[in-house]
C-alpha cells in the first residue's frame, strides 16, 4: 500500500535550519509530483512547495527563497531544506502525492522558537 512517512521535524531557533524527509513507497515515485504542506495550531492545511516529477519547483510566497524542495528517486525520498526558520514557521509538516487519491503522511512537527 501507499505510504509516506515523514521526519526531521524539531524545535529550533529562529534564524536555523532544519531538513525534513518524506520517505515514500508503493507506488512508481519517480513518475509522481510530491509536495509538502503545513498546518499550523488552529489554522487551514497550506501548500508549502512542490517538486514535479520533471524536476520542476514551486514554492509558496511565505516560503520562497528560504526552502528548499529536493528530490532522490533513488531512495524513493522528497527533502524540504527549511532554513532562516521563523517562529511563523512553526506548524505539522506533511508530505503529500496523488496517487488514485490523495495521498499523506501522518506529518512532522516543526518547532521554531524566538
Known amino acids: 500500500q501507499v505510504q509516506l512517512v515523514e521526519s526531521g521535524g524539531d524545535v529550533v531557533q529562529a534564524g536555523g535550519s532544519l531538513r525534513l524527509s518524506c520517505t515514500a513507497s508503493?507506488?512508481?515515485?519517480?513518475?509522481?509530483?510530491m509536495r509538502w504542506y503545513r498546518q499550523a495550531p488552529e489554522k487551514g492545511r497550506e501548500f508549502v512547495a512542490v517538486i514535479q516529477s520533471n524536476e520542476i519547483t514551486v514554492y509558496s510566497e511565505y516560503v520562497k527563497g528560504r526552502f528548499t524542495i529536493s528530490r532522490d528517486n533513488s531512495k524513493n525520498t522528497v527533502y524540504l531544506q527549511m532554513d532562516s526558520l521563523k517562529p511563523e514557521d512553526t506548524a505539522v509538516y506533511y508530505c503529500h502525492t496523488f496517487y488514485g487519491q490523495d495521498r499523506w503522511g501522518r506529518g512532522t512537527q516543526v518547532t521554531v522558537t524566538s
Open positions: 508503493g507506488f512508481p515515485f519517480s513518475l509522481y509530483d
